[in-house]
């Protein structure tokens, strides 16, 4: 069992991680001191290219912080990319649909699915794991499908059932604009996080959201959200040199 798995699936209290957009491995190096569960490199919303996300996951691995990766596309590339790299989960963006959670748990897998395998990558130990140890290394990769739409809030329980999907993100901006909304906590838009919310707890699964603060995460908490992102590397700088800027703002 991976260290993500074991952390994401068998820990008394909720995970707490925060993303990752700055194109250095050095941050995280940095943020394996910090006590955070894990973290997630952007590459939706970030310039990190293939090369970068290679060497940010080599220095998650020297820091012992479980990386996960939320993915720019689905093209199957991609998700073979992402996981030779030795990433231990993917975040999957706009999963509306039973089917496209199907797929991306397919494109994950090695037995029952369609990645590709070579004994030559990270995940595999550069060839030292042996074919059988690699293919079950590389199954344990965490897929975490975003709800993003009201098809996919619709969806959210047929979605949280397929098997290999781990668990459910609610993306609130994305979701808002779907919505035709352009505020993330319009009592709709909360209101459609919170039914996604509960369709991951009902099927056992991990239930995430994003919090802007430790209020609303505990406000989550107590709903029983288990897994959050808060902020990013770039929010964390931002806030913190405000803050010597600014200190009795």
Same mark, same amino acid.
């Given at each position: ?5 074991? %952390? !994401? ?78 990433? /231990?989960?993917? %975040? ?36 030292? %794991? ?11 990769? !965490? ?6 739409? @009201? ?11 397929? @098997? ?16 035709? !909304? ?18 991951? %707890? ?20 107590? /709903? ?12 964390? !700088? ?12």
């Amino acid at each position: 069992m991976t260290l993500a798995r074991t %952390l !994401l699936r068998h820990s008394a209290r909720y995970q707490v991680g925060t993303f990752v957009k700055t194109a250095s491995p050095h941050v995280i190096e940095i943020l394996g001191h910090s006590g955070l569960d894990f973290a997630v490199l952007d590459a939706e919303h970030a310039p990190l290219d293939r090369a970068m996300l290679d060497l940010m996951m080599l220095a998650g691995r020297a820091a012992n912080l479980p990386l996960l990766v939320r993915i720019p596309d689905n093209l199957p590339a991609t998700f073979l990319s992402v996981l030779d790299m030795g990433a /231990q989960g993917l %975040l999957v963006p706009h999963v509306d649909t039973v089917a496209q959670a199907e797929a991306a748990v397919r494109q994950s897998r090695f037995r029952g699915g369609s990645r590709g395998y070579s004994s030559s990558p990270r995940f595999a130990g550069y060839g030292t %794991l042996g074919m059988a140890k690699a293919l079950t290394a590389g199954d344990q990769a !965490l897929v975490i499908c975003q709800i993003e739409s @009201p098809q996919a809030v619709a969806n959210a329980a047929a979605i949280a059932a397929v @098997p290999g999907v781990d668990g459910l993100f609610i993306g609130r901006a994305d979701l808002a604009l779907a919505m035709g !909304l352009e505020d993330a906590k319009h009592p709709d838009v909360l209101a459609a996080a919170d039914h996604s919310i509960a369709a991951a %707890l009902a099927a056992g699964k991990l239930a995430g959201v994003f919090a802007g603060t430790p209020a609303e995460r505990d406000r989550y908490a107590a /709903q029983g959200v288990n897994w959050f992102v808060m902020g990013s590397d770039q929010s964390l !700088l931002r806030d913190s040199a405000a803050a010597m800027a600014h200190p009795d703002a």
